[in-house]
T-cell receptor, first 116, second 112 residues
């Protein structure tokens, strides 16, 4: 079974600054995907960024980038030029490989608050 | 494409009643997932379908829970004899070939 640890329950950042959210996970699979999702207050889960485990290059999506360390099973999210709309709960979620390919295991989440 | 939709968005019921939720996935997506999320926590996997076949069920899915996906299109999640511990947000997600999952807005259930 996969386990996911997000060690920062809450983070805060000033608008326009950079913040990094950490995530570690445990899996026995070799081929899998990793995701960061955001969930604004009372709103639905939105995909932020995706990383394929077989790719060495870190994924980037506009202001969002990841630092993926496969051997260390670490998958952190960096948000540059933070905006007020980035305020949300952020979840790290690897998906399961093998016969459970696709099932997501979520971390406990990190509440990010962006201050003006 | 309007994304994943879920109905109803909110449901209040009394303990012991049955409830049914519906999920309509993105049209070309062959996989459909149900998750449960309690306040302040990450979602937990309940079950998933590939087309009409239910391929995996979590141990969280007790005998009171049943899910269907007739004809591989929409899915329903039914909870029989609801308990207060069933109060949660029920999330549906869909994907193509098990890759990126796109989530619906969820159904928030409150059992009184």
């Amino acid at each position: 079974a996969q386990t996911v640890t997000q060690s920062q329950p809450e983070m805060s950042v000033q608008e326009a600054e950079t913040v990094t959210l950490s995530c570690t996970y445990d899996t026995s699979e070799n081929n899998y995907y990793l995701f960061w999702y955001k969930q604004p207050p009372s709103r639905q889960m939105i995909l932020v960024i995706r990383q394929e485990a077989y790719k060495q290059q870190n994924a980037t999506e506009n202001r969002f980038s990841v630092n993926f360390q496969k051997a260390a099973k670490s998958f952190s999210l960096k948000i540059s030029d933070s905006q007020l709309g980035d305020t949300a709960m952020y979840f790290c979620a690897p998906n399961a490989g093998g016969t459970s390919y696709g099932k997501l295991t979520f971390g406990q989440g990190t509440i990010l608050t962006v201050h003006p | 494409d309007t994304g994943v939709s879920q109905n109803p968005r909110h449901k209040i019921t009394k303990r012991g009643q049955n409830v049914t939720f519906r999920c309509d996935p993105i049209s070309e997506h062959n996989r459909l997932y149900w998750y449960r999320q309690t306040l302040g926590q990450g979602p937990e996997f309940l079950t998933y379908f590939q087309n009409e076949a239910q391929l995996e069920k979590s141990r969280l899915l007790s005998d009171r829970f049943s899910a269907e996906r007739p004809k591989g299109s929409f899915s329903t999640l039914e909870i029989q004899r609801t308990e207060q511990g069933d109060s949660a947000m029920y999330l549906c997600a869909s994907s193509f070939r098990g890759e990126t999952q796109y989530f619906g807005p969820g159904t928030r259930l409150l059992v009184l």
